[in-house]
């Protein structure tokens, strides 16, 4: 069986899903409002210049102290009850029509996302996706985050999750396809004999134009 991985952020919707949700978290108390302003300026820098594993990885470790002692129901009641305020308007069209596609060329479809799972799980519930890899935040025994984590889906991680399922579901990645905006993500995209760069990044586009990868732009907000 072939799989379709996924990922989230800029690739099946338009912004990075946690910064999407800024706004809600600072109504509901989560986030002041300089935390919320660095995270608006993170996502310029990263559309405009790409991001790095170190950038990456910094900005990760930034999100998960602001999250220390955080409610991880709370987060969760969050994420499910405010979906369609702020992740339906910001879902690629484009991307539904390719997991459409997917689907029904028989393939398991399969979100990636380096975002939370308690972010992630909703929104794959949302979209009918048949699995989704996401990253694990550590907690507490009262059940709040301790700025830790106990998976990391980013990079290195993510194909390795995705190599996991594909012993677990008898995939076979040489006939089966990734999508990703980030040169961070060049581990899924290598990963499987059909990578495809979308709405890429500076460095993921020039390495797609060399290796001759497909390269799709999405520009369809649902709305």
Known sequence: MEAAFFDLDRTVIARASLAAYG???RREGYLSVPMALRAAWGQVV???FGADDESIDRARRTALRLAAGWDQEGLRRVARDHLAEVIEPIVYD????LIDQNREEGRLVVLVSAAPVEIVE???SHLGIDEFVATTPEVDPEGRYTGEVEFSAHGEGKAEAMCRLAEDRGLDMGSSWAYSDSVSDMPMLEAVGNPVAVNPDRQLRRLAEERGWPVLEFDRPVA
């Open 122 to 124: 909703p929104l794959a």
């Open 23 to 25: 706004p809600v978290l």
């Open 46 to 48: 990263y559309r405009f």
């Open 94 to 97: 484009e991307a539904l029509e």
